[in-house]
């Protein structure tokens, strides 16, 4: 079964600093990744996606995340936090075996300080 | 990026009483849709996916004689919490998806609360 585990369920940095946000899966197949913002109240928005291609991906608002396999690691990334950057993000990990259904991270909020 | 449609964004309801919630593909053909519930601060849960046609298949210990999923439609699929109980209220969002592999689009999910 694929699993994600997503390290710090809260990360704050300041703004204009740079985000890590950290996310290892387990899966027994090649797995596809994504990573979703949620602001409050809202549903969840695609920020990026591996799909078997590059290993560095590059999504909106200025995010990216780099697939290393050999730490089945897919840490997101942006190099100067906003403000507008505050929200909860998950990880999550489509399982082919599965209908593709996604398993998520149990997420982390980001908090933006001035 | 394609767009999904769920209504209404929130719903105050009675004990006992039922709630549909809706949610809607608007400009794509949604094969396979899935329901999920998260509770406060917390991630979330599958309850069920529902392919076009078919009965859904629920996640273990969803009730679902409880939480009725119609995907009538490659549009429409519909999730309908019967009897509700306060225990019920909760967040619950659908996503919807065209083909195996592609991306899932999630709608703005529901507040539901049981007074």
């Known amino acids: 079964a694929q699993s994600v585990t997503q390290l710090g369920s809260h990360v704050s940095v300041s703004e204009g600093a740079l985000v890590l946000l950290r996310c290892n899966y387990s899966?027994?197949?090649?797995?596809?990744l994504f990573w979703y913002v949620q602001y409050p109240n809202q549903g969840l928005q695609l920020l990026l996606k591996?799909?078997?291609?590059?290993?560095l991906v590059k999504g909106i608002n200025g995010f990216e995340a780099e697939f290393k396999k050999s730490e089945t690691s897919f840490h997101l990334t942006k190099p100067s936090a906003h403000m507008s950057d505050a929200a909860e993000y998950f990880c999550?990990?489509?399982?082919?075996?599965?209908?593709?259904?996604?398993?998520f991270g149990k997420g982390t909020l980001l908090t933006v300080n001035p | 990026g394609a767009v999904v449609s769920q209504h209404p964004s929130w719903v105050i309801c009675k004990s006992g009483t039922s709630v549909k919630i809706e949610c809607r593909s608007l400009?794509?053909?949604?094969?396979?849709m899935f329901w999920y519930r998260q509770f406060p601060k917390q991630s979330l849960m599958l309850m069920a996916t529902?392919?076009?046609?078919?009965?859904?298949?629920?996640e273990q210990g969803v009730e679902k004689d409880k939480f009725l999923i119609n995907h009538a439609s490659l549009t429409l699929s519909t999730l309908t919490v019967t009897s509700a109980h306060p225990e019920d209220s909760s967040f619950y969002i659908c996503?919807?998806?065209?083909?195996?592999?592609?991306?899932?689009?999630f709608g703005q999910g529901t507040r539901l609360t049981v007074v």
């Open positions: 529902s392919n076009e046609g078919s009965k859904a298949t629920y």
């Open positions: 400009d794509f053909q949604a094969t396979t």
């Open positions: 591996y799909t078997s291609a590059a290993t």
């Open positions: 999550a990990v489509s399982d082919p075996g599965s209908n593709y259904k996604l398993t």
């Open positions: 996503s919807a998806r065209e083909g195996l592999i592609a991306e899932a689009f």
């Open positions: 899966s027994s197949v090649p797995p596809y």
